[in-house]
């Protein structure tokens, strides 16, 4: 990514546990970029972003001025259309902050860092990174997670999976797969050796 920096993509379908493993390497002391929170960054009330979606969808924006995400997040899962054109608003600000990020660590002296973001294979930014790490599990177990976390129904997960990309696109991707089908011991050993064959062994 910089002459300096290994920036390694991570990435999962819904359920797959990538913000677990993601966690996991934090705490090793690993920089870990979350393309969630960059989009927070980059769309807050006043923001170019934020003034792009208020004029597309006046209907996701409550008093004062606030972005009604989950509103928004419900309003494009069944519109393609409306799926790319969020894409497009938010994608080339999200890597544009993240490029930002990515120089202000190898300016710290960090070697290694990894990108947490869900459409890293679906927008191609993968190919710019240095390595992708997927994470993914038994189907039923992705269901099983996602309805202990948020309290949806199994129909509405498997309806989500159903519009992601297919994993197997992702995995055909991968540097590396992380598979978690264990519990977290089993994991953490599974992230170990994911670092250890990626030669990421730390920041500095």
């Known amino acids: 990514m910089t002459s300096t920096l290994r920036l390694i993509g991570l990435t999962g379908g819904i359920g797959s546990g990538k913000s677990t493993v993601a966690h996991l390497i934090a705490a090793r002391g690993i920089a870990v970029m979350d393309a969630d929170q960059l989009a927070r960054e980059i769309s807050v009330p006043g923001s170019p972003a934020f003034n792009e979606i208020a004029a597309t969808w006046p209907s996701v924006i409550e008093a004062p001025a606030q972005l009604n995400r989950r509103k928004l997040g419900a309003l494009v899962f069944t519109d393609a259309k409306a799926r790319a054109r969020l894409e497009a608003i938010m994608h080339p600000r999200i890597v544009a902050l993240a490029n930002v990020r990515a ?53 509405e997960v498997r309806a989500r999976i159903s519009a992601q990309q297919p994993v197997a696109e992702k995995r055909r991707a991968a540097t590396y797969v992380i598979e978690n089908d264990g519990d977290l011991d089993a994991l953490d050993a599974k992230v170990n050796a994911m670092l250890k064959a990626l030669s990421a062994t730390g920041p500095r």
């Open 103 to 155: 120089a202000e660590l190898a300016r710290a002296g960090h070697r290694v860092a990894f990108y947490e973001a869900s459409l890293l294979v679906e927008t191609g930014r993968y190919r710019d990174l240095d390595g992708l790490v997927v994470v993914d599990a038994p189907e039923d177990q992705r269901i099983a997670r996602v309805v202990a976390r948020d309290g949806s129904t199994a129909d």
